[in-house]
């Protein structure tokens, strides 16, 4: 196997990772609006959304980085598909690394200040942060499995308006639907009490809904854009694990409804990388299409790369498998201890005392 092709794999299971690891955490950040217990009092549903931002707070940084190894991964292997992309979909990329930053100062700031106005702030920032990624990924993805107006110098020129077409909304509400149930499924295996109830009702309801919409997409995407008859493996791969996620939900087997969710977003990826396959960003016109061999560095850089693939994958995969294993354990609302915090008015003291 050509280094092009190992890297085109690599790249996508990087981006596998990230969709199932990160997956979830979009999820929870989502229904974070919607899940704590409506009617009860305001401090028994900031404890409800505290457990809920805790079953991620461990491990959200970690499923971020890989994010940013398939994206150094993209530039270092196919420098031209990663020129094209961030130029061409600037808008998009742009919105997604602002919400992004917003979510992630939200995580870190939440719990600095003891007050309701600076929690609701950072909740409606966790919110904002996790719904524009989950949309807007989809949204990118479709696009690049459809194919985008490309010119001879393989510059994007067809504007922003041109990237919000009917496939590329729908593949926008497939990755919503499936974060959203994906993030249900695992606040149903990560809590206990009320709220796991709550998350696997509304697991089972989205399931159905998802496995619509996602079956409908990647119909489509294979009849209108794929160029192989293996990906129907894929379409049928996701299609048999988005069923066991609906019959996972309905027996409430949360394990097995987590598994499931994954292996349907392994699906979609598989789809997604190989219908594009042996192109990485395909143009309208065939001719002016960006592949593995005219996108790609050099033979020496792909080796070098290659050789530092094989030692330090296994070591982040050690890591963030011994982190997955270190906080398994459920949670429940009488594990989250009273808010602490810093208090506006204590700020305002410590500013105007003497030598401050």
Known sequence: MELTTVWFVLIAVLWTGYLVLEGFDFGVGMLL????????????????????INTIGPVWDGNEVWLLTAGGATFAAFPEWYATLFSGFYLPLFLILVALIVRVVAFEWRGKIDDDRWRAWADRALVFGSWVPSVLWGVAFANIVRGVELDADHQYVGGFWALLNPFALLGGAVTTLLFLTHGAIFLALKSDGDIRRRAGDLAARLSIVTLLVAGAWAVWAQLAYSGTAWTWAAVALAALALVGVVVATRARREGAAFVASAVAIVGAVVLIFGSLFPDVM???????????????????????MTWVAVVLTPLVLLYQGWTYWVFRKRLTVEHIPAATGLTFRAVATDRGAPGA
């Open 282 to 304: 395909p143009a309208l016109d065939p001719a002016n299409s960006l592949t593995v061999d005219n996108a790609s560095s050099t033979d020496y850089t792909l080796t070098v």
């Open 33 to 52: 609006a919607v899940l704590p217990r409506r009617g009860a009092s305001a401090q028994d549903r900031e404890r409800e959304r505290r457990l809920m």
